[in-house]
């Protein structure tokens, strides 16, 4: 991938949105760009920062029984952030769904962007604590209550547009996923869909009511 191209994915990051120029040129010019290919593991081990440029990846947490799904890593996504500063963090592991290219920016350019561009580090405090809050919010669903509560916070927890979401996975791992039967996350669709929260196509989500759907299933999140 030309240096040209990985500049304007960059400057695209909202982690480099408030950089200066000389900032995401710094970045594009000490990073290193990796290939990996559908259903291999990201090497995660060294200090660095990862920003996905090609391909869609998903983020895995441990599980003694299976692996349980957190995230879907798309063009333009920033991991590894946890693993960057203090102690290591070895509860993910990150899958390609397809080939994918990455970019690897070491701990050491980073530490020199923070003491040098005073917008990439407002950035990168405003990226964490939006991981924060993702992170409770995935908290939240896997220790709510009823079933229709967990699948509730899981559309919550999922991106949207529109008020339309995607599930990027069959109902089998979703109730995995969930830690719920298949027939007891069959029937929490049905009732969110008979309480009129949601429609429904294949794994296209439509949450209809945003805001009561939120009072109601989302009191936890």
Known sequence: MKKEKITEMFSKSPLFKSAASSTIEYAANNCTICKIQKGETFDTEKRSLFILLEGIASVYGTSKTHPVILNTLKVGRVFGMASLFGER???TSIIAKDNCTYAVIPQTCIEEMLKKDIGFTKNYICFLSDKIRFLSKKIA???????????AGYLL???????????EM???KLAQNLNIGRASLYRAFDVLEANCFITRENNIIKITSPEEFRKIYGETL
Do not use: Q, R
């Not at 669903?141 to 699948?151: H, N």
């Open 170 to 172: 069959n109902m089998t």
């Open 157 to 167: 927890s999922l991106p949207t547009e529109h008020n339309t979401v995607k599930i």
């Open 141 to 151: 669903f896997f220790t709510a209550g009823s079933t229709e509560k967990k699948l």
């Open 89 to 91: 963090c070895d509860a």
